[in-house]
């Protein structure tokens, strides 16, 4: 009688054991949307201009998976009005992650009175984002915009975005939701490395660099591989803080 016990038991924990080993895994996916400054960018060309968000995937191994739906030029409205947005919702799961990064078209919008704009209409687009992914039961997280590198006659580094990065940690505070500090950290990298070599970040090229840039380039708001790679390194470090529960899918 023992031993019929004992085999009993033994087929039960054979048979659990088959069937969780069948089930499978849920993978964790993190949508990313935002601007330019994260957005996949075309290799053809030798094109050296690279979104953060294009990096950012290459720190993580397998068990996660990135979507990144960033485009060029959208602001919070108009990724919304283009069915972006719509697109996210439908492929999000309950679990997903959705990082959210937008400010530097949102600026250009209202150029009168851009902070009345960021305080009203940008406020309200981050707040609608956050609770329709939660209803959806995934997670939201704010990123404050990305730095331009922008310094004056002075010498000194401006800020372009205004009440813009503000009004994101207000809400991101607000709404209980994790906020990766982007804006105060690419400045303080601007700054460390300084007016001429901060150029390295950007993009600054010659003639003749880039088949895709035969006139040079001069742009202080969009990323080289170097800049996309030192914004992805300070996206890590606030992720360590922010989630750390996503720290186990990093690479070492």
Known sequence: MKLIVILISLFSLFVVTIFESDEPQKEITVFMVGDSTMADKPYA?????????????LYFKEGIRFENHAKNGRSAASFRAEGRWDTVMDRLKAGDYVIIEFGHNDEKINKEDKDAYADSTFR?????????????????????????????????????????????????????????????????????????????????????????????????????????????????????????????????
């Open 45 to 57: 060309g030798s094109n050296p201009e690279k979104g953060w968000g294009q990096v950012f995937p």
């Open 124 to 252: 309200q687009n981050l707040t609608r984002f956050i609770k329709e992914v939660r209803e959806k039961g995934g997670k939201p997280v704010l990123a404050t915009p990305i730095s331009r590198r922008s310094f004056n006659q002075n010498g000194f580094l401006t800020d372009t975005h205004g009440k813009y990065s503000v009004v994101v940690r207000e809400v991101a505070r607000d709404k209980s939701v994790p906020l990766l500090e982007l804006h105060k950290k690419t400045i303080a990298l601007i700054e460390q490395f300084g007016q001429e070599k901060s150029k390295e970040l950007f993009l600054h090229y010659r003639p003749g660099d880039y088949s895709v840039f035969p006139e040079g380039k001069e742009d202080n708001t969009h990323l080289s591989p170097t800049g996309a790679f030192k914004v992805s390194d300070l996206a890590v470090e606030e992720l360590k803080r922010e989630l750390p529960e996503l720290v186990k899918y990093l690479k070492d």
